[in-house]
């Protein structure tokens, strides 16, 4: 039996069901942990680009959606499910609410006198929203780079270490990376400003974030197919980002010396380029 702890909101992103790389076991665990009064998907939770082109859908995608459920009847959550690029088929649907689902394209979170805009955030990526077929292409590339992470993390496995995420730690080397996701967060952070926000909630670059911007809140909550992170809400209106990876690993060994030698200093910034931004 789990220990469930409670949150006001919790905010999910990007789990990309009907992919081979989602996280989807990890996520359950996760959620049998928790519960919310409003838990809020944010973008890219089915991965449509994935099954219109063969990607198969497990036993694991059906148990995430029976989590949900009983979080509904157990503790009445109301879900928030807001369209990304990669279900994007919501569009059609889009606003729709039965019972304690809303399907929405945008969001707006209220709590303590605070307001807090709610988007995937693919709406700013010029890539993913003009020009489709070139992200379909670059999403190739990407699974690429995941299978890749794959085979590295079952080494780690037999050698008894903790998860980890060679394919963010790649992506975080590209340099156009800090230029890409500066713009980013500014747009947002314009967009929230604009609609009277206090703060911007997104998805989309993979990248867990908590900070501010020129006076608004910046979130990101990340996702469950490297970060393996999400967005919690306190009684008292503050937030944390939760790392499945840091909460279940036990203490890293010497072997990553040899990825990060001791006179590197690392920069935590998310990634995005000219080529691989589009994959997300």
């Not at 995430?64 to 009983?70: A, L, T, V």
């Not at 690029?85 to 006198?113: G, R, W």
């Not at 967005?231 to 990825?259: C, F, I, K």
Request: charged share 25%; proline share 2%; with cysteine.
């Amino acid at each position: 039996m789990y220990n469930q702890k409670f949150y006001p909101t919790i905010v999910i992103s990007d789990v990309h069901l009907g992919t081979e790389h989602s996280k989807t076991r990890e996520l359950a665990d996760f959620l049998k942990t928790v519960n919310c009064n409003t838990l809020i998907l944010n973008g890219d939770i089915i991965d449509g680009w994935s099954l219109q082109k063969g990607g198969k859908w497990k036993k694991e995608d059906t148990d995430f959606f029976k989590i949900i459920m009983k979080m509904m009847e157990n503790h009445n959550t109301r879900v928030i499910y807001v369209r990304g690029n990669h279900d994007d088929f919501i569009d059609h649907i889009a606003p729709f609410s039965f019972a304690n689902i809303s399907i929405v394209k945008d969001y707006v979170h209220e709590k303590n006198d605070k307001r807090y805009y709610v988007v995937h955030g693919d709406i700013f990526d010029n890539i993913t929203s003009n020009m489709v077929w070139l992200a379909k292409l670059g999403d190739i590339g990407y699974t690429f780079l995941l299978w890749i992470n794959r085979l590295y993390n079952i080494y780690r496995t037999r050698k008894g270490l903790p998860y980890y995420s060679l394919s963010q730690n790649i992506k975080q080397k590209v340099k156009s990376a800090v230029s890409y996701i500066s713009n980013y967060e500014n747009e947002l952070v314009e967009l929230a400003r604009a609609r009277h926000a206090d703060g911007i909630i997104c998805g989309h670059i993979h990248q867990p974030a908590d900070r501010m911007i020129d006076g608004i809140h910046y979130l990101n909550s990340g996702d469950w197919v490297e970060s393996m992170s999400a967005l919690l809400e306190h009684e008292d209106g503050t937030w944390e980002v939760y790392m499945h990876r840091d909460a279940v690993a036990e203490p890293e060994n010497e072997e990553l010396t040899e990825l990060y030698p001791s006179n590197r200093k690392l920069e935590r910034v998310a990634f995005s380029s000219n080529s691989f931004h589009h994959f997300f």
